[in-house]
T-cell receptor, first 114, second 113 residues
Framework: EAQVTQNPRYLITVTGKKLTVTCSQN?????MSWYRQDPGLGLRQIYY???????DKGDVPEGYKVSRKEKRNFPLILESPSPNQTSLYFC?????????????FGEGSRLTVL | GESVGLHLPTLSVQEGDNSIINCAYS??????FIWYKQESGKGPQFIID?????DKRQGQRVTVLLNKTVKHLSLQIAATQPGDSAVYFC????????????FGKGTKLSVKP
């Protein structure tokens, strides 16, 4: 089954404790992206990747890092999480780079930073 | 998830009626538009897309209309069903250097049985 898989789905952590949210897609997509979703603000892009070893900042990259060492994986790293990073996070992938095609989304990862 | 629906415009329709969800986009240079549906606790799902060289596109029970003059996009759902209850987002691709999608804030559709 074609899918985007995120882990963990739910996480409660404390300020400053490094964490990684993994994302994996099995569709051989070149384009991958991370979004956060907050009430009243909609989906905002954090980082995206056009291909392996190519990553770029989105609209709200501060406090986040990503890597794209393999085509299928695109982890989101919070080196020192803060309460304002409490949010619902979505990973997405697309066969066409630059958002010119259907984005497939994961089920989301709800993160709470205390 | 469940908090996505807070603070959103809400459209309430009777089961079997047609629904029209509207979206104003921001950039006149945008050349590609998509509608997504997000059910509670799930990620957004693609519904239908349209390119700027078209003004109408139809899918199964859904139609997207594009009015470039006033930068307006609408999603029409025919014979709305309880399973259509969700938050609906429009997204635009303005083809900038990033060429990425900008999402609207969404509209919550509630279907009354």
């Amino acid at each position: 089954e074609a899918q985007v898989t995120q882990n963990p789905r739910y996480l409660i952590t404390v300020t400053g404790k490094k964490l990684t949210v993994t994302c994996s897609q099995n569709m051989n997509h070149e384009y991958m992206s991370w979004y956060r979703q907050d009430p009243g603000l909609g989906l905002r892009q954090i980082y995206y990747s056009m291909n392996v070893e190519v990553t770029d900042k989105g609209d709200v990259p501060e406090g986040y890092k990503v890597s794209r060492k393999e085509k299928r994986n695109f982890p989101l790293i919070l080196e020192s999480p803060s309460p304002n990073q409490t949010s619902l996070y979505f990973c997405a992938s697309s066969i066409l780079a630059g958002g010119n095609g259907e984005l497939f989304f994961g089920e989301g990862s709800r993160l709470t930073v205390l | 998830g469940e908090s996505v629906g807070l603070h959103l415009p809400t459209l309430s329709v009777q089961e079997g009626d047609n629904s029209i969800i509207n979206c104003a986009y921001s950039n006149s240079a945008s050349d590609y538009f998509i509608w997504y549906k997000q059910e509670s606790g799930k990620g957004p799902q693609f519904i239908i897309d349209i390119r700027s060289n078209m003004d109408k596109r139809q899918g199964q029970r859904v139609t997207v209309l594009l009015n470039k003059t006033v930068k307006h996009l609408s999603l029409q759902i025919a014979a709305t069903q309880p399973g259509d209850s969700a938050v609906y987002f429009c997204a635009e691709n303005y083809g900038g250097s990033q060429g990425n999608l900008i999402f609207g804030k969404g509209t919550k559709l509630s279907v009354k049985p």
